[in-house]
């Protein structure tokens, strides 16, 4: 089973900084098989990234994601103030699927 | 719009059963593999189980392996999870997410969400 390893756990910025996720793999994800989730208190979690780099539909150019092997990153180029929330990765390129156990980004 | 809802979660006795329902609109249902996530309090999110547009096939972590199953009603729109021999370790809020393609051998993420229905088990 892959283990992905986020951080920080908690990220405290301000609206209009830069945010950097990381997700690290205990072993390397196949085929860039990485997403990222964006999830809100009493929300749906939101799908932002798949294959390691490509937005899904409707998500603001300022998430951008990046990596593979064993290391990715979430990177929030300007903070609104609608992206504070909890951030986790998803491995999908094994056959048991995990997730981080998550970053909190919170409005310093 | 893709709609996903949850319903089916309560409070239930070790060794209990309960069946989880979540019905989808705004896409055409059979197409598209189908997924129960949970998250523990205080915990990141688990998968645990997935199933085919088709049906045929299906895959569960080990945890579950055994005691939950997993079916869908593509006529109806809705799909299952039915655990049985619950144990206090299954309290979570259990999510139904919608796969981005009908299998891709079991190797797939969600691509929308729903939100969630609270399962807890306890004496």
């Known amino acids: 089973e892959i283990v992905l390893t986020q951080s920080p756990g908690t990220l405290s910025l301000s609206p209009g900084e830069r945010a950097t996720l990381s997700c690290r793999a205990s072993q390397s994800v196949s085929s860039s098989s990485l997403a990222w989730y964006q999830h809100k208190p009493g929300q749906a979690p939101r799908l932002l990234i798949y294959g390691a780099s490509t937005r899904a539909t409707g998500i603001p150019d300022r998430f951008s994601g990046s990596g593979s092997g064993t290391d990715f990153t979430l990177t929030i180029s300007r903070l609104g103030p609608e992206d504070f929330a909890v951030y986790y990765c998803q491995q999908y390129g094994s056959s048991v699927k995990t997730f981080g156990q998550g970053t909190k980004l919170e409005i310093k | 719009e893709v709609q996903i809802l949850e319903s089916g979660g309560g409070l239930v006795q070790p060794g209990g059963s309960l069946r989880l329902s979540c019905v989808a609109s705004g896409f055409t249902f059979s197409k598209y593999a189908m997924i129960w996530v949970r998250q523990a309090p205080g915990k990141g999110p688990e998968w645990v189980s997935g199933i085919s547009g088709s049906g045929y096939a299906a895959d569960y972590a080990d945890s579950v392996k055994g005691r939950f199953t997993i079916s869908r009603d593509n006529s109806k729109n809705t799909l299952y999870l039915q655990m049985n021999s619950l144990r206090a370790e299954d309290t979570a809020v259990y999510y139904c997410?919608?796969?981005?393609?009908?299998?891709?051998?079991?190797?797939?993420?969600?691509?929308?969400w729903g939100t969630g229905t609270t399962v807890t088990v306890s004496s």
């Open positions: 997410g919608k796969g981005h393609q009908e299998w891709n051998s079991g190797y797939y993420y969600m691509d929308v």
